[in-house]
């Protein structure tokens, strides 16, 4: 799929700026909108998304998908798998911790928000990835939780352009890919990448909290965490709290 470029200097948030104008976008290809500063970044479950000026990477992918198509609710794990792509090419240990956080030394380097709207079997997908790539520790220190920049852990600069370049690329193959045979081609080397596998961990479905062993990905992509009295209960969204 093609992708057409929308590059912004400054934006509250490059998801706004894709659900206010994506009415102009050109449906058959994917729309790339990439901020250099996001003033009011969104996170999942309304978190904020802390970013400095020009040391991100903001970006949101806008394309359409049909409504039924198979296993839409993993699509942003194809997002996770296209960014680590680019830095298991540079030799980078990431992994994922699920659904998509992109984790260095299980630090988080990058978060992916999913927002999907359906009106007459198509679904207009906005698919947001936000990477630190040249942060300094001071700015991380403000994140609420474990994170780093790729420039902390590999002491050295590096070029948002090229990354950005490199993960358009894969997307656009590995989104091709997706539509024909959903997240089934995928799913092997999301698993072997996952993160917690056979640990005890703590997971939040956005309404409750559950205790239990991570014990697998199933084909579609969801969590299958093994509770305490035998059963596996699988889940499509949520939170691995640890
Ligand atoms: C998370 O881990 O909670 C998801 C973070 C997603 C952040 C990105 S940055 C680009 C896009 N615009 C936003 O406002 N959020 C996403």
Redesign the pocket.
Known sequence: MHIDDIFLESVD???NFAKQNFQQFDKSKITCISAEE?TK????FN?S?L?SKKDNL???FYFQLKADCLHLTSIAHILALSFIKVLRDKNLDVKIKWPN?VMLLEKKLA???CEIEIKNNIADVFL???INVNNDQEFIDKIDQKATSLKIETKKDWDKKKILEKLKINFSKNLDLFKEKGFLPFHEKFENLLLYVGDKITFFDGKKEYKGVLHSINAEGCLNLYLPNGEIKCFAAGDILK
């Not at 970044?41 to 999942?44: D, E, F, Q, S």
Request: no cysteine; glycine share 24%.
């Open positions: 948030s490059t998801q996001q970044g969104k996170g999942r978190r998304w970013s903001n970006i949101t956080d978060g992916m928000l947001g990835i936000g």
